[in-house]
């Protein structure tokens, strides 16, 4: 194994696993996810050179993963449009339920819109702070502050709603 | 616990926990094989931007059959199928609930024949095959989304041939309930499909949008050398 591969084996052992969590929080789609984040992570592979340089590489496996699952869903969105009734009116496919997550955090995830959950599940799975966020994301620092604000508010807001309540005596 | 009192960190904490046995199973040596086969497509010679989707084909034909005789494993991912060699010698065959294209289709029996599957692709039965009477038909589920089957190349005996079939498709309204997939079994190789392991049984779910479309389902068919039907699928190429 030569020491370019061994280092992307590293790599790719070091942070699959919370790529995958990042995209599947993103995305609601656990099968999705998995092919999205191998994909990407094949792609960072083919420029493992330029990737390894990357700042962040995580974030960009991240970001690679999140355009293919766009790209999927775009495709997919297209096709149903041929003849279908029950075709989403728009904006990202709905987060279900997943057999091995927890629903309920999946069903607050699905509340949110697409960047806060993105938001969230960079700062949360990567630990990437507020500019590697936006850097990740293509979006302006303010705004991951904003949204990751928002995202956090509404999280706290759903969980306490979904909390049973205790009652004393 | 009062949900109210959780801080920013303890509130991104405990959906870190939720997440924690979710896991990518891929092994590092797929991902670079398949990253090798991006490599190889990238350095072919630009055809062209109208011959761009050919030349990948052509590309990843080539890198799926270059170097060394037998299987030589496949890992691609598409969003109508995926073909993924394991390192036990298994191959997934994930067909998922869309369109295919008469590219698509094509490209999956290549990738199916380089990972050892000796299969061929078609958007029917041949014509004058069908099933015999003594032909079981064995329901695997009914399900949406898409499903993975898994097969084992070297345990299936010498000259079987498995054809998958994916009809063509037509888009309408329909209802997902009345489809399903099945694995039509020839008399003569009961023994032998049954080392096709696991048919059906990993489901995946798509978003619910994609659940109602009237596609119809793919199919694996088995024949055995002897089967009346082996001719016309040799000879019916896609």
Known sequence: ?169 | MDNSDLSDDALLEGMRNEFAHVRLGAPVEDVVARGRQLRRRRAWPVLGAGTGTVAAVVALTFSLAASGAGPRGAHVVLDAWSVTSKPDGTVSLTIRDQPESGQDRARLGRALRAAGVPAVVRTGLPSGCHPSVEVRRIKISRHRGAVTWYLRPGKLAHGIRVVIVIPAVTVSRGTGSGRRVELWEAPGAARRVHEIERAGRKLHGLPGHANARGLPLPQIVVYVPSAVCMWTVQQGSR
């Open chain 1, 1 to 169: 194994m030569s020491a370019q591969q061994a280092s992307f084996a590293e790599f790719y052992a070091q942070t699959r696993d919370d790529c995958l969590r990042a995209v599947f929080a993103s995305i609601g789609d656990r099968q999705a996810a998995e092919d999205c984040v191998a994909e990407a992570f094949a792609r960072a592979w083919a420029s493992w050179r330029k990737v390894s340089a990357h700042p962040v590489p995580r974030a960009w496996v991240i970001r690679t993963a999140l355009n293919l699952s766009v790209s999927s869903w775009r495709s997919r969105r297209r096709e149903v449009a041929v003849g279908e009734l029950t075709e989403p009116r728009g904006g990202w496919p709905p987060i279900s339920g997943s057999q091995d997550t927890d629903s309920g955090i999946m069903t607050i995830l699905a509340g949110l819109p697409l960047r806060q959950r993105q938001v969230v599940a960079l700062r949360v799975f990567l630990d990437l702070d507020t500019a590697a966020t936006a850097q990740a994301l293509g979006i302006a620092p303010g705004t991951v502050t904003a949204h990751l604000a928002r995202a956090t508010s509404a999280l706290r807001e759903q969980l306490t709603h979904a909390a049973p309540e205790e009652h004393d005596g």
